[in-house]
């Protein structure tokens, strides 16, 4: 079996090179057929686009045709399964005169034996299918017209009801919801966290006097602080023991590429704090008409004693506000200054969709011993802060 290719699939029961076929949805016929992102006409992107918004689900830009068209130039083996349906009273067999109208896209990786992961797993943090509201779509019967044997996920978002039977632990995504205006954000905060609140309000303000002027941009486009925050946070992920993802080329390539993406949906956003004419603190995202999705924030350790994030974080939220966002979601995992500056959560689900056959056994055994020794630490309070202390130990020994 190889990755999937750019062909349409076979008519009614046919099965093509690439392990397509026609599915039978509530009694309408329904083709699927695979693409490189690239490969997506204008027509077919503003569709998922709009199945997204009938979705009823928060706008997360991780979940636009954008996202997935730039992991697609960077990431070879990126994929979207385009969904169609024939419309009431039509036939496929009608040929390109057809009424048939799109249903669903379903974005995948995929190695040449197979096995599938979600678009950009690691870094992306909302992910599942965009699919008609109603459509009963079997998971199996998605991965089989995609020739997956199995399909892997960290961030999958609520609602992603054909692959919930895979999940096998859920986790807290935390947001800032500035909805009703900063003032009713930072009013409920000086209530809820009013020492959080009155030191880092404290600390700019002595950044100021003793730095130098303080400044807040929401939407910098200077490529040297793109190039300044990714050196900041390689330098964070090493000091903590943890994995490098600016260590890849793909992942810097696609914080780049989505710097420059401007479109309703899928916006790369640098926010930047300054003092003195000096960036010290940055966060690089993705935001939508409504969403900021909170993506690789980092600082310049020398101004430390301030709390630059936190204070970059507070201006960013006064600053989505202003532009209409409604929400800041913040991602998956556990941080104390997330806990300081969330109003809730969202929840996210890790697992995989296994379809059944001998490859699925495989599967199952080389990824679920490390998944259940990840939760039975996560579970335990005193072991994860043992982890944590045990990685932030690794961190300096590296950078000695």
């Known amino acids: ?199 880092t309000t404290a600390k700019e303000r002595r950044l100021g006097r003793q730095v130098g002027e303080v400044r807040f941009v929401f939407d910098e486009r200077d490529p040297a602080v793109l190039a300044k925050l990714m050196e900041w946070k390689s330098a964070q992920y090493r000091r903590t023991g943890r994995r490098d993802r600016f260590a890849k080329e793909w992942i810097r390539d696609l914080v780049r590429l989505l710097a420059g993406t401007r479109s309703p949906g899928c916006s790369g956003v640098l926010s930047v704090l300054y003092a003195a004419d000096r960036p010290i603190a940055a966060h690089f995202g993705l935001r939508s008409r409504t969403v900021l999705s909170c993506w690789f924030p980092a600082y310049d350790t020398g101004f430390a004693k301030y709390s630059p994030g936190l204070v970059l974080h507070l201006r960013m939220a006064r600053a989505a506000a202003a532009e209409g966002i409604g929400m800041l979601d913040l991602g998956r995992g556990a941080a104390e200054y997330k806990d300081s500056l969330k109003t809730g959560g969202l929840t996210v689900y890790e697992g995989a969709v296994v379809r059944p056959g001998p490859r699925a056994a495989l599967y199952r055994l080389s990824r679920e011993p490390g998944r259940r020794v990840h939760g039975f630490v996560r579970d335990r309070p005193e072991l994860a802060s043992l982890a944590r202390r045990t990685l932030n130990q690794i961190g300096r020994v590296r950078a000695r």
């Open 1 to 199: 079996m190889r990755v999937p290719g750019d062909g349409a699939r076979g008519g009614p029961g046919q099965r093509t090179a690439t392990g397509g076929g026609e599915l039978s949805v509530e009694g309408s016929a329904v083709r699927i057929r695979v693409v490189a992102p690239g490969r997506l006409g204008e027509s077919e992107a503003d569709a998922w686009r709009a199945l997204r918004a009938k979705s009823g689900a928060p706008g997360n830009p991780f979940m636009e045709p954008e996202f997935a068209r730039a992991v697609g130039r960077v990431r070879p083996a990126a994929r979207v399964a385009v969904i169609t349906e024939a419309r009431e009273g039509a036939d496929w067999t009608e040929g390109p005169g057809a009424a048939v109208e799109p249903a669903g896209f379903f974005p995948f990786e995929a190695d040449p034996l197979g096995r599938g992961r979600a678009l950009g797993l690691g870094v992306s943090d909302s992910q599942g299918a965009v699919l008609r509201p109603g459509l009963r779509l079997a998971a199996d019967e998605l991965l089989r017209a995609c020739s997956l044997a199995a399909w892997e996920f960290d961030n999958l978002e609520e609602g992603q009801t054909s692959f919930m039977a895979g999940a096998a632990d859920a986790f807290e995504s935390p947001v800032v919801d500035v909805g009703n205006g900063f003032a009713a954000y930072e009013a409920a905060l000086r209530e809820r966290s009013p020492t959080f609140y009155r030191t």
